[in-house]
């Protein structure tokens, strides 16, 4: 069994909503590129793809098109539109969607109560958060409330790249803020949560990152070496609390898969396409690379499905 636990669902009338809002932080164009909503011709051609690629269930995400606006009112409208049109979905489609409820940030009173409610009424398989709500890191001990919660119920928590491109108009100008900007979110945020000591304080929340967490395995005997430069001194090292964390295979890279293996060990990783960003025969390699990248038999077990079925409790 095969479960995809990045893959996106942009809805034509959330677009709508947040375009009458002011639009979404990255915007809403490149979103309406994609056949990535919930009609019924968009959703049979998701199956057809799903079908040839041998992947059972997606679970869908609203992110990087984030709900997230200064103004609360519009933030819960956006999220509960977003979360009612994840639910219908996963409703009439249990043998293909399951859904991450998305949350109102920055209003925390807000984000508490609709986690209660995507958990408890709703279903959902977990919540997804950007790396950034407005002009805060998810990691800012401001969302101490939201984790702890989180943690007390042994949630799921999917972290995806705001496409904010860290604030680097370097990155922003050269038109890098998805290609280079997103694997460098990915890596920021592991390193701001483990300076801020989530994997520790709140060790039954599972936090997912995106794109293998970017640079991480790749630099981390240099994070463990100069650790003590960012983390505090009683901190376990970056390569522990990596390990605390959970990482899709958006990459399709088989040596970079190979690396996140050795890093960060095969039973932390977790099938990921980044549909609809691949598709057709994108889609068709970032489920077969896996298989191809020289894994062992078991290790590619765990990662295609294993991890997945345990996390989300899918039999």
């Known amino acids: 069994m095969r479960i995809d636990v990045h893959a996106h669902c942009f809805p034509a009338e959330y677009l709508d909503l947040l375009d009458r809002y002011g639009n979404s932080a990255v915007g809403t164009d490149f979103a309406r590129r994609f056949a990535a909503g919930a009609t019924s011709t968009e959703l049979d051609t998701r199956f057809e793809l799903m079908e040839r690629a041998g992947v059972d269930y997606q679970i869908l995400s609203i992110a990087p098109q984030a709900p997230y606006f200064p103004d609360r009112d519009r933030s819960v409208a956006a999220t509960r539109l977003a979360n009612g049109t994840f639910a219908d979905l996963t409703q009439r489609h249990p043998q293909k969607f399951l859904a991450f409820g998305c949350l109102p940030l920055p209003h925390l009173d807000a ?16 919540i997804t958060v950007s790396t950034w709500a407005l002009d805060r890191s998810i990691a800012d001990r401001s969302f101490d409330p939201l984790f702890e919660e989180l943690n007390r119920r042994g949630a799921v928590l999917f972290v995806h790249p705001a496409g904010l491109a860290c604030g680097s108009s370097a990155i922003a100008d050269s038109r890098l803020t998805w290609p280079l900007g997103a694997p460098v979110e990915d890596a920021l945020v592991a390193l701001q949560l483990m300076q801020s000591g989530v994997p520790t304080r709140y060790p039954r929340l599972s936090i997912i990152l995106s794109h293998l967490g970017g640079f991480l395995p790749f630099l981390m005997r240099r994070l463990d070496h100069q650790s003590r430069w960012f983390l505090a001194d009683d901190s376990p090292l970056p390569s522990e609390l990596a390990r605390r964390f959970w990482y899709d295979t958006v990459n399709a890279h088989p040596p970079a898969l ?58």
């Open 258 to 315: 190979r690396c996140a293996v050795e890093t960060l060990g095969a039973n932390r990783l977790l099938f990921g396409s980044d549909f609809p960003y691949w598709t057709d025969e994108a889609y068709q390699l970032a489920a077969r690379y896996i298989s191809e990248s020289g894994l062992s038999a078991e290790a590619v077990a765990q990662v295609e499905s294993r991890n997945a079925a345990a996390l989300f409790a899918i039999t």
């Open 111 to 126: 984000s508490l109560a609709e986690a209660a409610r995507c958990l408890d009424d709703l279903a959902m398989a977990g």
